[in-house]
Protein backbone atom coordinates (compact mmCIF):
# COMPACT_ATOMS: atom_id res chain seq x y z
CA UNK A 1 0.00 0.00 0.00
CA UNK A 2 0.80 3.58 -0.69
CA UNK A 3 0.90 5.92 2.15
CA UNK A 4 0.76 9.80 0.72
CA UNK A 5 1.46 12.65 2.12
CA UNK A 6 0.11 16.23 0.61
CA UNK A 7 1.96 18.81 3.53
CA UNK A 8 -0.14 22.24 2.92
CA UNK A 9 -0.13 25.22 4.79
CA UNK A 10 -2.85 25.27 6.88
CA UNK A 11 -3.76 21.72 6.83
CA UNK A 12 -1.80 18.23 6.06
CA UNK A 13 -3.63 15.63 3.87
CA UNK A 14 -2.78 11.40 4.11
CA UNK A 15 -4.47 9.00 2.04
CA UNK A 16 -4.04 5.40 2.10
CA UNK A 17 -3.96 3.46 -1.43
CA UNK A 18 -4.45 0.21 -2.92
CA UNK A 19 -3.57 -0.03 -6.21
CA UNK A 20 -5.65 2.94 -7.97
CA UNK A 21 -7.91 2.43 -5.54
CA UNK A 22 -7.86 5.40 -2.48
CA UNK A 23 -9.03 3.64 0.91
CA UNK A 24 -8.74 6.09 3.56
CA UNK A 25 -7.89 9.93 3.34
CA UNK A 26 -7.36 12.34 6.72
CA UNK A 27 -6.80 15.90 7.12
CA UNK A 28 -4.53 16.95 10.09
CA UNK A 29 -3.63 20.35 11.28
CA UNK A 30 -0.03 21.90 9.86
CA UNK A 31 2.21 22.06 12.86
CA UNK A 32 5.88 23.22 11.96
CA UNK A 33 7.04 22.62 15.38
CA UNK A 34 5.84 19.02 14.90
CA UNK A 35 8.17 16.29 15.69
CA UNK A 36 8.70 13.53 13.59
CA UNK A 37 7.43 11.14 16.45
CA UNK A 38 4.51 12.96 17.21
CA UNK A 39 3.34 12.54 13.43
CA UNK A 40 4.82 9.38 13.04
CA UNK A 41 2.43 8.11 16.47
CA UNK A 42 -0.37 9.76 15.31
CA UNK A 43 0.00 8.59 11.33
CA UNK A 44 0.59 4.97 13.07
CA UNK A 45 -3.03 5.79 15.17
CA UNK A 46 -4.79 6.62 12.28
CA UNK A 47 -3.87 3.74 10.31
CA UNK A 48 -4.81 1.02 13.96
CA UNK A 49 -8.39 2.52 14.11
CA UNK A 50 -8.79 2.04 10.20
CA UNK A 51 -7.71 -1.92 11.07
CA UNK A 52 -4.02 -1.88 9.05
CA UNK A 53 -0.35 -2.05 10.79
CA UNK A 54 2.32 0.02 9.37
CA UNK A 55 3.74 -2.74 8.10
CA UNK A 56 1.23 -2.84 4.75
CA UNK A 57 2.87 0.44 3.77
CA UNK A 58 5.77 -0.04 1.14
CA UNK A 59 6.00 2.88 -0.49
CA UNK A 60 5.83 6.69 0.94
CA UNK A 61 5.64 9.89 -1.02
CA UNK A 62 5.82 13.23 -0.02
CA UNK A 63 4.04 16.71 -1.45
CA UNK A 64 5.38 19.67 0.77
CA UNK A 65 5.00 23.50 0.46
CA UNK A 66 6.08 23.60 4.45
CA UNK A 67 9.98 23.42 3.87
CA UNK A 68 10.75 22.94 7.05
CA UNK A 69 8.49 19.81 7.47
CA UNK A 70 10.30 18.31 4.68
CA UNK A 71 12.57 16.55 6.21
CA UNK A 72 10.55 15.75 9.18
CA UNK A 73 8.20 13.43 7.38
CA UNK A 74 11.30 12.18 5.64
CA UNK A 75 12.74 11.23 9.16
CA UNK A 76 9.01 10.07 10.29
CA UNK A 77 8.83 7.65 6.74
CA UNK A 78 12.64 5.93 7.86
CA UNK A 79 11.86 5.82 11.48
CA UNK A 80 7.97 4.34 11.43
CA UNK A 81 7.60 2.83 8.12
CA UNK A 82 11.27 1.96 7.01
CA UNK A 83 10.27 3.62 3.68
CA UNK A 84 12.63 6.16 2.28
CA UNK A 85 10.07 8.81 0.70
CA UNK A 86 9.84 9.89 -2.65
CA UNK A 87 9.71 13.49 -2.85
CA UNK A 88 7.90 15.50 -5.37
CA UNK A 89 9.46 18.45 -7.10
CA UNK A 90 9.37 19.69 -10.92
CA UNK A 91 12.98 16.85 -11.55
CA UNK A 92 10.21 14.03 -11.45
CA UNK A 93 8.51 12.30 -14.24
CA UNK A 94 5.04 13.76 -14.08
CA UNK A 95 3.79 13.23 -17.40
CA UNK A 96 3.56 16.67 -18.13
CA UNK A 97 6.03 19.21 -19.31
CA UNK A 98 6.40 22.86 -16.91
CA UNK A 99 7.09 25.38 -19.26
CA UNK A 100 7.83 27.99 -16.11
CA UNK A 101 10.93 30.37 -16.51
CA UNK A 102 12.03 28.67 -13.80
CA UNK A 103 10.26 25.41 -12.89
CA UNK A 104 11.92 24.95 -9.74
CA UNK A 105 9.76 27.70 -8.41
CA UNK A 106 6.60 25.47 -8.97
CA UNK A 107 4.93 24.03 -6.16
CA UNK A 108 4.73 20.52 -5.25
CA UNK A 109 1.20 20.71 -4.78
CA UNK A 110 0.96 22.91 -8.39
CA UNK A 111 2.75 19.78 -9.99
CA UNK A 112 0.52 17.37 -8.30
CA UNK A 113 -2.65 18.80 -9.12
CA UNK A 114 -1.61 19.30 -12.54
CA UNK A 115 -0.57 15.45 -13.10
CA UNK A 116 -3.78 14.75 -11.94
CA UNK A 117 -6.34 16.65 -13.93
CA UNK A 118 -4.01 16.26 -17.05
CA UNK A 119 -4.31 12.42 -16.41
CA UNK A 120 -7.58 12.17 -15.47
CA UNK A 121 -9.35 15.16 -18.13
CA UNK A 122 -7.16 15.45 -20.52
CA UNK A 123 -6.24 18.93 -21.65
CA UNK A 124 -6.93 22.46 -21.93
CA UNK A 125 -7.76 22.27 -18.33
CA UNK A 126 -7.65 24.61 -15.57
CA UNK A 127 -7.36 23.60 -12.15
CA UNK A 128 -8.24 25.84 -9.25
CA UNK A 129 -6.78 25.30 -5.96
CA UNK A 130 -8.70 26.91 -2.63
CA UNK A 131 -6.16 26.47 0.16
CA UNK A 132 -3.93 29.15 2.26
CA UNK A 133 -3.53 30.37 -0.74
CA UNK A 134 -5.83 30.29 -4.14
CA UNK A 135 -3.75 28.95 -7.31
CA UNK A 136 -4.95 28.78 -10.80
CA UNK A 137 -3.10 26.54 -13.21
CA UNK A 138 -3.30 26.09 -17.11
CA UNK A 139 -2.49 22.65 -18.90
CA UNK A 140 -2.38 22.63 -22.91
CA UNK A 141 -4.20 19.78 -24.51
CA UNK A 142 0.12 19.14 -25.08
CA UNK A 143 0.20 18.23 -21.42
CA UNK A 144 2.30 21.62 -21.09
CA UNK A 145 1.89 23.64 -17.93
CA UNK A 146 2.08 27.16 -18.78
CA UNK A 147 1.79 28.18 -15.05
CA UNK A 148 -1.10 30.21 -13.28
CA UNK A 149 -2.54 32.61 -11.13
CA UNK A 150 -1.30 32.91 -7.09
CA UNK A 151 -4.14 34.99 -5.02
CA UNK A 152 -5.05 34.99 -1.50
CA UNK A 153 -6.89 32.41 0.02
CA UNK A 154 -10.03 32.52 1.36
CA UNK A 155 -8.89 32.41 4.99
CA UNK A 156 -5.98 35.08 4.56
CA UNK A 157 -8.73 36.79 3.41
CA UNK A 158 -11.06 36.78 6.21
CA UNK A 159 -7.45 37.02 8.68
CA UNK A 160 -6.91 39.91 7.13
CA UNK A 161 -10.31 41.78 7.34
CA UNK A 162 -10.45 40.97 11.03
CA UNK A 163 -6.53 41.99 12.01
CA UNK A 164 -6.70 45.21 10.12
CA UNK A 165 -10.14 46.33 10.05
CA UNK A 166 -10.30 47.14 14.16
CA UNK A 167 -14.41 47.45 14.13
CA UNK A 168 -14.78 44.25 11.80
CA UNK A 169 -15.10 40.78 14.00
CA UNK A 170 -13.94 37.63 12.68
CA UNK A 171 -16.68 35.53 11.30
CA UNK A 172 -17.51 31.71 9.74
CA UNK A 173 -16.43 31.27 6.58
CA UNK A 174 -19.54 29.74 5.40
CA UNK A 175 -22.22 30.69 2.94
CA UNK A 176 -24.22 33.89 3.35
CA UNK A 177 -27.77 33.36 3.46
CA UNK A 178 -28.58 36.66 1.64
CA UNK A 179 -26.61 38.64 -1.39
CA UNK A 180 -26.68 42.19 0.72
CA UNK A 181 -25.69 41.42 4.00
CA UNK A 182 -28.16 43.44 6.98
CA UNK A 183 -25.61 42.56 9.78
CA UNK A 184 -21.24 43.18 9.66
CA UNK A 185 -20.99 39.34 9.52
CA UNK A 186 -23.56 37.88 6.34
CA UNK A 187 -21.71 41.62 4.69
CA UNK A 188 -18.19 39.91 5.26
CA UNK A 189 -19.20 36.49 4.47
CA UNK A 190 -20.85 37.86 1.01
CA UNK A 191 -17.39 39.56 0.42
CA UNK A 192 -15.24 36.68 1.09
CA UNK A 193 -17.54 33.48 -0.50
CA UNK A 194 -19.03 35.12 -3.34
CA UNK A 195 -16.57 37.54 -3.93
CA UNK A 196 -13.57 34.48 -4.27
CA UNK A 197 -16.24 32.90 -6.09
CA UNK A 198 -16.04 35.57 -8.88
CA UNK A 199 -12.85 36.59 -8.97
CA UNK A 200 -12.20 33.27 -9.71
CA UNK A 201 -14.54 33.19 -12.83
CA UNK A 202 -12.69 36.25 -13.82
CA UNK A 203 -9.78 35.04 -13.91
CA UNK A 204 -11.12 31.91 -15.72
CA UNK A 205 -13.04 33.92 -18.50
CA UNK A 206 -9.38 36.38 -19.24
CA UNK A 207 -7.44 33.08 -19.37
CA UNK A 208 -10.04 31.68 -21.98
CA UNK A 209 -10.01 34.78 -24.12
CA UNK A 210 -6.43 35.09 -23.78
CA UNK A 211 -5.69 31.26 -25.00
CA UNK A 212 -9.07 31.43 -27.53
CA UNK A 213 -10.23 27.85 -25.73
CA UNK A 214 -12.75 26.33 -23.37
CA UNK A 215 -10.93 24.81 -21.21
CA UNK A 216 -12.79 22.06 -18.51
CA UNK A 217 -12.02 23.61 -14.78
CA UNK A 218 -11.84 21.56 -11.91
CA UNK A 219 -11.78 22.49 -8.21
CA UNK A 220 -9.73 21.20 -5.43
CA UNK A 221 -8.53 22.33 -1.67
CA UNK A 222 -9.71 22.55 1.15
CA UNK A 223 -12.62 25.16 1.00
CA UNK A 224 -13.53 24.04 -2.61
CA UNK A 225 -16.81 22.52 -2.04
CA UNK A 226 -17.89 25.85 0.02
CA UNK A 227 -16.97 28.22 -3.01
CA UNK A 228 -17.81 26.30 -6.16
CA UNK A 229 -21.24 26.54 -6.20
CA UNK A 230 -21.14 29.94 -6.00
CA UNK A 231 -18.87 29.77 -9.21
CA UNK A 232 -20.36 30.11 -12.92
CA UNK A 233 -17.22 28.53 -14.47
CA UNK A 234 -16.56 25.58 -12.06
CA UNK A 235 -17.93 22.55 -13.78
CA UNK A 236 -16.72 19.60 -10.97
CA UNK A 237 -14.84 19.12 -7.42
CA UNK A 238 -12.59 16.41 -7.00
CA UNK A 239 -11.30 16.60 -3.20
CA UNK A 240 -8.78 14.24 -3.87
CA UNK A 241 -7.24 15.47 -6.64
CA UNK A 242 -3.96 16.38 -5.01
CA UNK A 243 -4.11 12.52 -3.42
CA UNK A 244 -4.43 11.06 -6.76
CA UNK A 245 -1.57 13.41 -8.43
CA UNK A 246 0.60 11.83 -5.19
CA UNK A 247 0.19 8.22 -6.77
CA UNK A 248 0.22 9.11 -10.68
CA UNK A 249 3.71 10.40 -9.71
CA UNK A 250 4.91 7.95 -7.08
CA UNK A 251 3.91 5.11 -10.04
CA UNK A 252 5.44 6.49 -13.00
CA UNK A 253 8.81 7.09 -10.88
CA UNK A 254 8.99 3.83 -9.16
Sequence with gaps: MLLA?????TSTVLGIFEGERLL????????????????????????VINGLKSEVIDGVIVSSVVPPLT??????????????PM??????????????????EVGADRIVNATAAYHRYGGPIIIVDFGTATTICYITSKGEYLGGIISPGIKISADA??????????????RPQKII?????????????????????RIVEEIKRDRGENPYVVATGGYAELIAPES??????RPSLTLEGLRIIYSRNI
Design 5 to 9: IDIGN
Design 24 to 47: FSWRLSTRSESTYDEYGVLISDLL
Design 71 to 84: PVFEEMADKYFNRR
Design 87 to 104: VVSSKLDTGIKILYKKPE
Design 161 to 174: LFEKAAKLPRVSIS
Design 181 to 201: GDDTATAMQVGLIIGHAGTVD
Design 232 to 237: KTIKEV
